[in-house]
């Protein structure tokens, strides 16, 4: 059985509302990006313990923290983002989850007529770097029991499949795992099925559910090119047991934070459990 979870600030900031729609569709996990319109890096002590306890008042666990660790200019200052990371460490030990979800570092970016894949000018020069940061921060993670899940997000170092790979290789840590966005992987020019599902398949721990099309615009799972119906058969039979995380990103894609509302949220939810319920994939 797979569990579902989603991206609660793309229905709301306010945190009751998140709880209300998550509830009317029968999910009982979020991913905490932000709340009250604030980054759940940013939020108070205070605030965090009102949100586990609200939460927990409500049956709803957190299957991962959100982060936008990993998501700045490889250039900047590492000891001012370690302190982020840090930060991220505990909120994610208040709200008792394993889960991190981090990114790989935007490297420099070329003229608009010179940019590559990656927006780099050339991604291998600062191969070294990204991966030096990594292992500071898997260390870290390992030490303190948590997991690092590294999405492949447009513009940074790991957007393609390939330079993926790469990282979850040469880092080699039980505590850096991959997620899949189907969706981004298209707006980068690559196939999310079957080439990025069968590359980084053994370091598979999350994904999340967003679809796309060629153009790169983002919609409905099951409306774009990333083949969902073919991926979730492939992740039922290769065992998955993983999370199935909504990120609909249907009404807003910013650089830090998507957004949906409740309407559009509902249906990106309910074209998911159609897709499972016709299939007969279990889930709760």
């Not at 002590?45 to 490889?74: C, F, N």
Request: net charge negative; with cysteine.
């Amino acid at each position: 059985m797979i569990r579902l979870s989603a991206f609660a600030d793309e229905i709301s900031p306010d945190l009751d509302e998140q709880i209300a729609a998550l509830s009317s569709e029968k999910i009982h996990f979020l991913d905490l990006r932000g709340v009250w319109n604030t980054n759940v890096l940013d939020l108070t002590d205070q605030q965090v313990a009102r949100i586990k306890e609200t939460l927990d008042a409500h049956g709803i666990g957190v299957a991962a923290i959100g982060s936008p660790i990993g998501k700045v200019p490889i250039d900047s200052s590492f000891d001012e983002h370690l302190h982020h990371f840090e930060r991220a460490i505990t909120v994610a030990q208040a709200l008792q989850t394993p889960y991190i979800r981090i990114f790989s570092f935007y490297p420099p970016a070329a003229h608009k007529g010179d940019r590559s894949d990656s927006g780099a000018v050339n991604p291998a020069e600062y191969r070294d770097e990204v991966l030096r940061r990594l292992r500071e921060m898997i260390a870290r993670a390992r030490a303190a029991g948590v997991f690092l899940l590294h999405e492949n997000e447009k513009d940074i170092y790991g957007d393609t499949i390939a330079r993926c790979v790469d990282l979850l290789q040469s880092c080699n840590d039980a505590h850096f795992q991959a997620i899949l966005d189907p969706a981004n992987f298209i707006q980068v020019g690559q196939t999310p099925y079957p080439d990025a599902y069968e590359a980084i398949r053994p370091w598979l721990r999350y994904v999340h559910v967003k679809d796309a099309r060629p153009d790169g615009s983002v919609v409905v799972a099951g409306e774009g090119v990333s083949h969902w119906p073919e991926l979730l058969q492939r992740l039922r039979s290769d065992g998955y047991d993983g999370f199935l995380s909504l990120e609909p990103h249907l009404a807003l894609a910013g650089q830090y934070q998507g957004f949906s509302g409740p309407e559009l949220f509902r249906r990106a939810s309910q074209a998911l459990q159609q897709m499972l319920q016709a299939m007969g994939w279990e889930y709760a």
